[in-house]
């Protein structure tokens, strides 16, 4: 998201302990108020909510884009017999 200017540095996000991804609630390992949260406390708190917040910024599309450019979906290349690739829809 910062590689693609969708968020700045200096920015904060106002987090929830859930949220619906899905269909699919997701919670933060706490629960917590909504909550005022810069990147560096979002990737420090390992918040799933925030990181969440942070993906939605590059949209579907981008997500998808990222997460196959760092290998979801495909075999590692390390010959480990029965290696599943993965599924990334």
Same mark, same amino acid.
């Given at each position: 998201a910062?590689?693609?200017?969708?968020?700045?540095?200096e920015?904060?996000?106002?987090?929830? $302990?859930?949220?619906? %991804? #899905?269909?699919?609630v =997701?919670r933060? !390992?706490l629960?917590?108020?909504?909550?005022?949260?810069? @990147?560096?406390?979002?990737?420090? $708190?390992?918040?799933? %909510? #925030?990181?969440?917040? =942070?993906?939605? !910024?590059?949209?579907?599309?981008?997500?998808?884009?990222? @997460?196959?450019e760092?290998?979801?979906?495909?075999?590692?290349?390390?010959?480990?017999?029965?290696?599943?690739?993965?599924?990334?829809?």
């Open positions: 910062l590689e693609e200017g969708t968020v700045r540095p920015e904060t996000f106002l987090v929830p $302990d859930n949220t619906e %991804v #899905g269909g699919h =997701v933060d !390992s629960p917590h108020e909504p909550e005022t949260m810069s @990147l560096e406390t979002i990737l420090a $708190d390992s918040s799933n %909510v #925030g990181t969440i917040e =942070v993906a939605r !910024s590059l949209g579907e599309a981008g997500v998808r884009d990222y @997460l196959s760092f290998g979801f979906g495909r075999e590692t290349g390390s010959d480990i017999p029965g290696e599943d690739p993965g599924y990334l829809p």
